[in-house]
C-alpha cells in the first residue's frame, strides 16, 4: 500500500516535495524509501479509495440479500403475460387453386401453475380477483386450483378476450407495483397467465366437411384430411420429401396465395371448390326433387386417380362438428358400402371382353330366366327379349345375359377380374376410414355357385361409392387402375411434393377399354337417355339395387339405393362421375335411369362446362389440324 501510496503521490508532483534527499552510502535505499512517513495529501488519498471499496461493497450485498428474499421468502416472478400454445399449431389446407379450406384461428386462454399458490388463502385471493375482474366464477378457479395443487399446469378458462387479457395484465402490473413498495408480501395472481391457442376454422363450412374432417383441440384430427395427415400438419411432425420435391414458388401464383404458411407443413388438395359446389347443389336438388334420404356424389379425373370433389349429404359444418349426428360425420363415399346393381354390369361385360369371351356385337338369347346354382334369376322386368347383343343387353340392363357371361367366364377368372378391377380391397386414398368392401369368393366359406349369377348384376356383394367411380375410370382410362387420392401436394419449408399419379395395374387391355367405352356410350344414347349432356357423347350406366335388410337377410320392400357411373366426354374423358341417391320415395320414381341419371346429366354438364371441354362438334373439327401440325 506504501508503494501505491508513493506511486498516487508522484502522479500529482509538487517539486518542493519531491527534492532529492541525502542518503548515505550504507543505507538501504529500499528500507529507506518503505520507512518514510507518509504525508497528508496521501492520506486522504488513501481514504477516498477506501471509501468507494467500502459503497460498493455494501451495494453487493445489498443486491444479494434482495435477491435472496425474492427466491425464498416470496412468490416467484410472474409467468410471462403471454405464453406459446401448448396445443401445436397446424399447417394450412388449401384446394388445389389456393383457396383456403383450412385455417387457425388464435385465442387465449388462461392457465395457472397451481403448485406456485401453496395455500387457500392465496387460491382464494386468485378466485376472488378472476371473479370481480373478468367474471368467471369463484368457485370454478379455487376447485381448480385446489384439485391440481400438486400441479405445474392447470386450465382456467378455456375461451377469454383480448380486453380479458389486458384487464388481466393491468392488475397484476398494479399489484406487482405494491408489492416493490412493500405493501404486499406476495402477489399470487402471478401464478395466473394467458396464452395464445389455435383453433382450426373451415372457411367453407358444410361444402368440404367429409374430405376435410375436423379437429379436435389437444387431441387432433378427426375423420378426412385431417386425420389422415394428422402427424404431417404438426409443426412439429413427421413428414418427409423426395429428391424429386420442388421449390414452392414453381407453383403457380394463385395457388401459393397462402402457403407456405407460418407452420410451413401444408397441403394442397386435388379438390376444386368449384366443382364441390356443383356436385353439392345438384345432388342436394335431385335428393329433394325425388325425397331421397341421403347421397353421394363423387368427380374423378380418370387419367390420374385425382379426386375432384366428393360430397355426401346430409353434412356438417366442421366448425360445429358437436353438434352434428354420428351419421353425418362419416364420409360414406369410402366408408360405408352398398350394393352397386346394374351399374356392375360393365365390370362383368368388361372381364368377359378382356378374356376374349366376346363383343360389344356378340349375340346371347335372353330367354327371360336362367338358373345358376340352383338359384333362378330374372331380367328386372321380367320379360324375355330374344336374341341380343352385348350392347343391346347392358342397354335394356338384362340380368339373364349377364349371368350367362359370368358363367362362360367361370368363378375362378370372374373373382379374379372384381379383384383386380379393385373391388374388395381398399383403393387406398389419402382419407381416413376407408373400408373394403365385401366380396366372397369361392374360397370363401359362406360362398355358392348362385352367388356368381347374382354377383354379375351387382347383387349380394358391396362396394365404396369410391371404388365404383375408381373401377369405372378403368375404362375411361385405357384400362389403367389409378390409386385414387386427394392430397396434390405436401409443402415443407420452401419446397413442395406433388403427388405424382400410381398405376395399380393394368387391368384391361386399351383396345378393350376403348371398345368398352364405346359401348357405353350407345348405352346412354339408347337406354338411359336421360343421363345425355347436350352436346357430348357420354358413357354410363345406371343400377338400381334393393336394400337387404341385415335381419331377416331378405331385400326390403320398393326399398332401393340408385346410382348413375359415367364418363365424358366419351372418345377422351376428362371426368368421371358417380351419383348415387339412398331410399328414392317409390311413389315418385325408384329406378335410377330416372332419378340419378338426370342428375348425373346436370352435373356432368355443368363440370364440362366448367372445365372448359369444347362441345365435340368443336373438339373433333379441331382435332385433324393438330393432328396435321
Known amino acids: 500500500m506504501t508503494f501505491l501510496t508513493r506511486r498516487l503521490s508522484t502522479a500529482s508532483p509538487d517539486p518542493a516535495k519531491t527534492a532529492p534527499r541525502a542518503v548515505t552510502p550504507d543505507a538501504d535505499p529500499a528500507a529507506g524509501l518503505a520507512q518514510e512517513p507518509i504525508t497528508g495529501d496521501e492520506m486522504r488519498q488513501l481514504w477516498r479509495i477506501w471509501f468507494v471499496v467500502v459503497v460498493l461493497v455494501a451495494l453487493a450485498a445489498v443486491v444479494i440479500l434482495q435477491l435472496l428474499r425474492y427466491q425464498l421468502l416470496v412468490s416467484p416472478p410472474p409467468k410471462p403475460i403471454v405464453t406459446t400454445t401448448r396445443n401445436e399449431t397446424r399447417g394450412l389446407i388449401v384446394d388445389r387453386d389456393g383457396t383456403p379450406l383450412v385455417v387457425n384461428r388464435y385465442y387465449y386462454q388462461l392457465a395457472a401453475t397451481p403448485d406456485n399458490i401453496p395455500t387457500d388463502e392465496q387460491r382464494r385471493e386468485v378466485a376472488q380477483q378472476l371473479e370481480e375482474l373478468l367474471g368467471i366464477p369463484f368457485s370454478e378457479t379455487f376447485d381448480t386450483l385446489q384439485r391440481n395443487a400438486k400441479f405445474k399446469y392447470a386450465i382456467i378458462a378455456k375461451a377469454v378476450t383480448q380486453e380479458d387479457v389486458d384487464k388481466l395484465n393491468a392488475l397484476k402490473a398494479q399489484l406487482m407495483n405494491e408489492f416493490y413498495a412493500n405493501k404486499r408480501k406476495h402477489v399470487p395472481l402471478n401464478q395466473v397467465y394467458a396464452e395464445i391457442k389455435t383453433r382450426r376454422h373451415y372457411p367453407q363450412a358444410e361444402l368440404t366437411s367429409h374430405v376435410l374432417g375436423f379437429e379436435i383441440v389437444d ?112 364420409n360414406n363415399a369410402v366408408t360405408a358400402m352398398y350394393e352397386p346393381g346394374s351399374v356392375f354390369k360393365i365390370i362383368t361385360i368388361a372381364a368377359g371382353m378382356d378374356a376374349d369371351l366376346l363383343h360389344a356385337s356378340t349375340l346371347y338369347t335372353d330367354t327371360g330366366s336362367i338358373t345358376v346354382g340352383g338359384r333362378v334369376i330374372f331380367n328386372s322386368n321380367r320379360m324375355a327379349h330374344g336374341a341380343v347383343t352385348v350392347t343391346d343387353a347392358l342397354a335394356r340392363s338384362l340380368n339373364v345375359v349377364t349371368a350367362q357371361i359370368a358363367q362362360e367366364l367361370g368363378a375362378d377368372r370372374f373373382y379374379r377380374y372384381i379383384q383386380r378391377f379393385g373391388f374388395g380391397e381398399p383403393t387406398n386414398v389419402d382419407l381416413s376410414g376407408e373400408i373394403a368392401g365385401l366380396v366372397k369368393t369361392p374360397k370363401s366359406k359362406d360362398w355358392s355357385l348362385s352367388d356368381l349369377g347374382t354377383n354379375s348384376f351387382g347383387q349380394g356383394l358391396a362396394v365404396t361409392p369410391l371404388q365404383m367411380v375408381n373401377a369405372t375410370a378403368v375404362i375411361a382410362n385405357g384400362g389403367k387402375l389409378m390409386r385414387p387420392y386427394v392430397v396434390e401436394g405436401r409443402i415443407i419449408g420452401d419446397r413442395v411434393q406433388l403427388t405424382e399419379p400410381v398405376v395399380i395395374r393394368q387391368v384391361l387391355r386399351p383396345e378393350v377399354a376403348a371398345e368398352m367405352a364405346a359401348m357405353m356410350a350407345e348405352v346412354v344414347e339408347t337406354g338411359n337417355s336421360k343421363a345425355a349432356v347436350p352436346g357430348y357423347r357420354v358413357g354410363g350406366k345406371s343400377g338400381t339395387a334393393q336394400i337387404p335388410d341385415l335381419t331377416t337377410g331378405r331385400y326390403i320392400p320398393d326399398a332401393t339405393i340408385v346410382s348413375f357411373v359415367g364418363f365424358a366426354p366419351a372418345d377422351d374423358p376428362r371426368v368421371v362421375v358417380l351419383v348415387k341417391m339412398d331410399r328414392p320415395d317409390p311413389t315418385i320414381n325408384q329406378w335410377a335411369s330416372h332419378t340419378a341419371a338426370p342428375v348425373f346429366s346436370r352435373i356432368t354438364a355443368r363440370l364440362l362446362d366448367y372445365l372448359n371441354v369444347p362441345p365435340d362438334a368443336i373438339r373433333l373439327a379441331a382435332r385433324p389440324a393438330q393432328e396435321e401440325r
Do not use: C
Not at 385431417?226 to 400438419?233: M, S
Not at 397462402?258 to 386435388?270: Q, R
Not at 347443389?281 to 380418370?302: H, V, W, Y
Open 219 to 330: 387431441s387432433g384430427g378427426r375423420t378426412g384430411v385431417e386425420e389422415f395427415y394428422n402427424d404431417f400438419l404438426l409443426r412439429g411432425g413427421i413428414g418427409a420429401l423426395s429428391d424429386r420435391a420442388q421449390p414452392v414458388t414453381t407453383l403457380p401464383l394463385e395457388t401459393r396465395r397462402f402457403v407456405p404458411s407460418p407452420v410451413a407443413k401444408d397441403l394442397i388438395l386435388s379438390m376444386d371448390t368449384t366443382v364441390q359446389w356443383i356436385l353439392r347443389e345438384e345432388l342436394a336438388r335431385g335428393l329433394a326433387e325425388f325425397k331421397a334420404e341421403s347421397g353421394t356424389a363423387i368427380a374423378l379425373d380418370p387419367k390420374t386417380g385425382a379426386i375432384l370433389g366428393m360430397v355426401n349429404l346430409p353434412d356438417y359444418d366442421p366448425n360445429r362438428w358437436q353438434l352434428a349426428t354420428d351419421g353425418s360425420l362419416a
